[in-house]
């Protein structure tokens, strides 16, 4: 395989990794805020008994949750070094220049590091 051809399909296999790991992100990011609202509504209908099962559960469903956070994110922090690695030498060939592949890459990464 020419060094063209792996360097296009690690872009899209990259560019892929990195999107699925975004994705995943922001959905742990949206969960977190939902078991925090969710937590503050039961403890203030049931301030009195902050023992209670629900108040308990979903406190360990959200640490679980800002576990994946934290997890994610260091995995989409490698993806998209490597996707910016690989990006940087397809911009270095010039037969890559205009092609999808490089494109996609390149607005993949403006996506995941806002």
Known sequence: M???ASLRRQLKIKSGSAKR?????????????DLTRKLNKLIADNAEKEEDW?????????????????DTSS???AAATDLREVAVAAEKVPELHAEP??????????????
């Open 2 to 4: 020419s060094d063209v």
């Open 21 to 33: 790991l975004y994705k995943e992100h922001k959905s742990y990011q949206k969960e977190a805020e």
């Open 101 to 114: 592949e490089l494109i996609a890459a390149q607005e993949t990464l403006e996506t995941i590091s806002i």
């Open 54 to 70: 629900d108040i308990r559960n979903t406190r360990r469903m959200l640490e679980e949750t800002q576990k994946m956070i934290h």
């Open 75 to 77: 995995r989409l922090g």
